[in-house]
């Protein structure tokens, strides 16, 4: 077993999902309890994770020096990397800073990757500025020298990038290196038969268990609500909310799904002026998320009490949402996805969420398997809060009608060039920027539309997609002709990080 020491960053659970992917056994530990942990489980090796604390100043997360007296193989990862260097008599430094893709050198062939270029994910504000004796060079960029360095006799590395995110070139290769010929490890293929998880299901919720499953037709809810109605038969009742905030058609869709795949019957519940009253005014993302997250429940609770045997709520919570709503002891809170921020603390029914520990690749593989439809496991996902957090600050019913025209165009058109299963997710913005146009001799001042298109496969890292010019311009010219109260139409060209796909 590897073990990855979790000092908080946001891309530190992809470490183990990496580790998961290669067949490699791996637990999570907190820097604190690392020499308990070693005598505990015996690894073959350390992984030390980034971290949103910095080396050089009070946020600084500590580990027991002693971790380089027992003589098994260490990997640092960005701020893993640094802590490495200076408790090891290196420096560390505020020198300069990347976010974003880089291009790596490689000088040395070493952990699986050649002597070429490579680009790599970096995201630190502090780098390694002098090496700790020992250690050498193995690769770096163009403002790094220490991108990546070693101490090949105590098998001591350290890489300023992120190997563990997807858009990182070579990154499976390294940690595969790492794992299988640093430490020994031996790889077992991951486990992704959906039969296991629903026997897990049965044998949890028992003969007579109810459960309420919170349904949006997306695939998360889909195939965790699916994997439920195998596990409990008729004893799933499934409820889609109409909120009002998801495109257009979906209650026709989800009904349909229900009926065909899931064969459950549907509760709906229509909250659309709930919704609205409960948005008013409100233009802080965590407080809508909030407000959305809040009602959401309280409606299922009014509904699970109209079936006394309901003893859960059901969702397709998957470990994405997790881990940006606060899911270890150092990560800092990005968003709280309102299936996982929002619950309140007295809440009355239990939780169930089969998929929490699964990546949005592996949901769709188990839903596959299970017998789902693909047009159904490939769906672009669509975030909980809906449009809510696709029109910056207050949500008015004309703004989100607005979203809503854009954003129908947006998928038309990205259908029409062939594009859509290309791209992860593509969307319009209701920007809050408000400019000058010119529409029909007459001055306006009106709000800019963004418009996000990009690839990604396991949502923590992203590329934009370089759409062709004649989609944009056609996206550009059917917006700002058929939307009313649109003055301009702007194409969103950052990378994940530094940049969020959605723009709260
Ligand atoms: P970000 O913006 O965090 O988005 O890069 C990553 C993925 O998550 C979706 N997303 C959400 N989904 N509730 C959800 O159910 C939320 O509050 C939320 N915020 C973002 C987003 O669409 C993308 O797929």
């Not at 690749?361 to 596959?368: C, I, S, T, W, Y």
């Not at 809503?404 to 165009?409: F, L, R, T």
């Amino acid at each position: 077993m590897i073990l990855i020491v979790d000092f908080g960053s946001q891309t530190a659970h992809l470490i183990g999902r990496r580790l998961r992917q290669l067949g490699i056994e791996y637990r999570y530990i907190d820097p604190e309890t690392v020499m308990s942990e070693v005598k505990a489980h015996q690894p073959t090796g350390l992984i030390l994770s980034g971290s949103p604390a910095f080396v050089t100043n009070e946020t600084r997360i500590d580990i027991d020096s002693k971790i380089y007296d027992l003589g098994i193989p260490i990997l640092g990862i960005c701020y893993g990397w640094q802590l490495m260097a200076d408790q090891l008599g290196g420096t560390v430094s505020g020198a300069y800073r990347e976010y974003g893709p880089e291009k790596l050198l490689v000088k040395k062939a070493k952990l699986g990757l050649k002597a070429q270029n490579y680009q790599v994910i970096m995201s630190h504000g502090s780098s390694v500025t002098k090496l700790p004796a020992g250690f050498s060079v193995v690769g770096q960029t163009e403002q790094g020298e220490h991108a990546m360095a070693m101490n090949p006799t105590k098998k001591w590395y350290g890489v300023q990038f992120h190997p563990e995110a997807d858009h990182t070139e070579g990154g499976l290769e390294l940690l595969a290196d790492f794992a299988l010929k640093e430490c020994g490890e031996t790889a077992q293929p991951l486990d992704l038969n959906p039969e296991h998880l629903i026997a897990e299901l049965k044998q949890q919720l028992g003969d007579t268990a109810q459960v309420l499953c919170a349904v949006s037709g997306g695939v998360d809810s889909t195939v965790a609500a699916f994997l439920l109605g195998k596990a409990i038969g008729k004893r799933l009742v499934p409820v889609y909310v109409e909120s009002g905030l998801m495109r257009e058609g979906t209650v026709e869709r989800v009904k349909a799904i229900f009926t065909k795949q899931v064969k459950a019957s549907l509760v709906v519940i229509d909250a659309r002026k709930e919704f609205m009253t409960a948005l008013k005014g409100v233009t802080d993302p965590e407080q809508k998320r909030k407000a959305i997250g809040k009602l959401y429940v309280e409606l299922f609770q009014k509904e699970a009490a109209k079936h006394p045997a309901v003893e859960y709520l059901g969702q397709g919570t998957i470990y994405s949402d997790v881990i940006e709503s606060k899911g270890s002891k150092h990560a800092s809170q990005i968003k709280s996805h309102h299936n996982v921020g929002g619950l309140p603390k007295d809440m009355k029914l239990k939780l169930i969420e089969p998929l929490r520990s699964f990546y949005k690749d592996e949901v769709r593989e188990l839903g596959r398997r299970a017998g789902l439809p693909e047009e159904l496991v490939m769906e672009q996902p669509f975030p909980g809060p809906g449009y809510a957090i696709r029109v910056r600050g207050e949500v008015t019913p004309e703004r989100l009608a607005q979203v809503k025209q854009a954003d129908q165009i947006v998928i038309e058109e990205i259908t029409a060039a062939g594009l859509y299963d290309k791209v992860f997710q593509c969307f319009a913005i209701m920007s809050g920027a408000m400019s000058t146009a010119v529409k029909g001799d007459e001055r306006v001042f009106a709000e800019v539309v963004a418009i996000r298109a990009y690839e990604s496969n396991d949502i923590m890292t992203s590329q934009w997609a370089h759409l062709p010019h004649q989609v944009l311009e056609r996206l550009s010219r059917r917006i700002v002709n058929e939307v009313p109260q649109v003055s301009r139409v702007v194409y969103d060209i950052t990378t994940k990080p530094p940049a969020t796909m959605e723009w709260e």
